[in-house]
């Protein structure tokens, strides 16, 4: 069955700190993969969605990036945090390009930028 | 333009009682709906999707949503409800054949109380 591993868990950083968000899909091929943004245990705000390694595309200009180096593996990352960045971040994948594709969400990772 | 709103911010319903957590949605074409949960601190958990067929769509831990066409809407319910069926509820919307294009509604919380 397919899994999906994201890391870490929780994470307080200083503003102007780098970030590195990890997650990995195990279990399948050629997954999609997304990164959302979760403020204030509400709405879900899509920040990048890739269907194959090296190819990311962003939905809204902000201070991140992105990248899939490998098949199963997509990062989050930022050279310098802002306040702003703070948030619960959430993983995802599906695999396949049919609307009715279903979404898997991963545990999430708890970012403080102090 | 392709939206989903969920209009109660919050559900309230004594334990055992049923419960109907509403969702609407704008589309221009055939939707494809979801229903996700999420638990405090935790990412979220697929609970059932309409894609075609059956109006009356079931899924796991005793829900079920009803697709209706005519009103545009896909309410979840679930005949008696449950102290552990306290969560965030988000709807979510996909009508094109893309990794990407899925949107979710603001999210309803509920709570049961014994």
């Known amino acids: 069955s397919q899994t999906i591993h994201q890391w870490p868990a929780t994470l307080v950083q200083p503003v102007g700190s780098p970030l590195s968000l990890e997650c990995t899909v195990e279990g399948t091929s050629n997954p999609n993969l997304y990164w959302y943004r979760q403020a204030a245990g509400r709405g879900l705000q899509l920040l990048f969605y890739s269907v194959g390694i090296g190819q990311i595309s962003s939905e809204v200009p902000q201070n991140l990036s992105a990248s899939r180096p490998q098949d199963r593996q997509f990062i989050l990352s930022s050279k310098k945090l802002l306040l702003s960045d703070s948030g619960f971040y959430l993983c995802?994948?599906?695999?396949?390009?049919?609307?009715?594709?279903?979404?898997?969400f991963g545990e999430g990772s708890w970012l403080t930028v102090v | 333009a392709q939206s989903v709103a969920q209009p109660e911010d919050q559900v309230n319903v004594a334990e055992g009682n049923p419960l109907t957590v509403k969702c609407t949605y704008s589309?221009?074409?055939?939707?494809?709906l979801f229903w996700y949960v999420q638990y405090p601190n935790r990412g979220l958990q697929f609970l059932l999707k309409y894609i075609t067929g059956d109006n009356l769509v079931k899924g796991s831990y005793g829900f079920e949503a009803e697709f209706n066409k005519s009103q545009t809407s896909f309410h979840l319910k679930k005949p008696s409800a449950l102290v552990s069926d306290s969560a965030l509820y988000f709807c979510?919307?996909?009508?094109?054949?893309?990794?990407?294009?899925?949107?979710f509604g603001s999210g309803t919380r509920l709570s049961i109380r014994p």
């Open positions: 589309v221009s074409g055939n939707p494809y």
């Open positions: 979510a919307v996909r009508l094109y054949s893309s990794a990407s294009k899925i949107i």
């Open positions: 995802a994948w599906s695999v396949g390009r049919g609307a009715g594709n279903t979404i898997y």
